[in-house]
């Protein structure tokens, strides 16, 4: 397992944009595939995008393809999400994940229960 510490949340009106980081803790990070999750109140914990332990490859939930770009720095241990375009919809504790690189390549990459270390969320506030 890793340690992850999100940052970078905050308040912004619809339409703008954050960049949320993720940091990372351990020398085997570049081995790690890593997500982003959001929960909103009263809702389920959602996929939004993952990246694979290069970061050569990335996946989106659909709602977020062309406005959210995921990427990471191995070097920095740290992975990143820009998000544009937001939407008072989008309203959430956004969530960083890592999981073992083999599951970026499976049908389970957006199943929460994959991931067995987990950040303790950042708060990302969009307002209409």
């Known amino acids: 397992q890793v340690q992850l510490v999100e940052s970078g949340g905050g308040l912004v009106q619809a339409g703008g944009s954050l960049r949320l980081s993720c940091a990372a803790s351990?020398?085997?990070?570049?081995?790690?595939?890593t997500a982003w999750f959001r929960q909103a109140p009263g809702k389920e914990r959602e996929f939004v995008a993952t990246?694979?332990?290069?970061?050569?490859?990335?996946i989106y939930e659909v709602s977020v393809k062309g406005r959210f770009t995921i990427s990471r720095d191995n070097a920095k241990n740290t992975v990143y999400l820009q998000m544009n375009g937001l939407t008072p919809e989008e309203t959430a504790v956004y969530y960083c994940?890592?999981?073992?690189?083999?599951?970026?390549?499976?049908?389970?990459?957006?199943?929460?229960?994959?991931?067995?270390?987990w950040g303790r969320g950042t708060q990302v506030t969009v307002s209409s």
């Open positions: 994940a890592a999981a073992a690189s083999g599951l970026f390549y499976s049908a389970l990459y957006s199943d929460s229960r994959g991931y067995d270390s």
């Open positions: 990246i694979s332990s290069g970061g050569e490859s990335t």
């Open positions: 351990g020398r085997t990070f570049s081995t790690y595939g």
